[in-house]
């Protein structure tokens, strides 16, 4: 699986945590590289880019609450961004969601905590079944 991160300047300190963590997985950076201020939407814009050219397979986002950047990227057509809080809410955007991207707020936020949520994440499976006719409604809202 190919994953992207990114985060803007209130995500920066999360996204440098998490790339040391999974230094055994390939995370492709997207940016930004420091905590000088950028405006999230641009951030959330370069990794819907990102997964729309198939250059990664899942996206993970993070600001400094994972509103604003799941908001931008939730503006999207095909993206399924998911606000992630704990290990149940980290789980079931795979079961019953298949999110694309998983959003977590660098601010408030432990990064051990988002480590296991992504753990979780990636080790849950999407059941299909009666949440593909809702993601079937999702499509035909955009």
Not at 9 to 35: C, P, R, V
Not at 48 to 70: F, M
Not at 83 to 108: D, M, P
């Amino acid at each position: 699986m190919k994953i992207a991160i990114a985060a803007d300047h209130g995500g920066f300190n999360l996204k440098e945590a998490l790339k040391k963590h999974y230094d055994n997985i390939k995370l492709t950076d997207l940016g930004t590289f420091s905590q000088e201020s950028v405006d999230y939407p641009d951030i959330a814009q370069k990794m819907v880019q990102t997964l729309r050219n198939h250059d990664a397979d899942l996206g993970i986002l993070i600001c400094g609450t994972g509103i604003g950047i799941s908001i931008a990227a939730n503006r999207c057509k095909g993206i399924r961004a998911a606000l992630i809080y704990s290990e149940e809410s980290a789980r079931l955007a795979k079961q019953h969601n298949n999110a694309n991207i998983i959003v977590f707020g660098g601010r408030t936020m432990k990064s051990e905590d988002v480590i296991q949520y992504v753990d979780d994440f990636l080790t849950a499976s999407y059941e299909g079944g009666r949440h593909q006719k809702r993601l079937d409604k999702l499509e035909l809202m955009e």
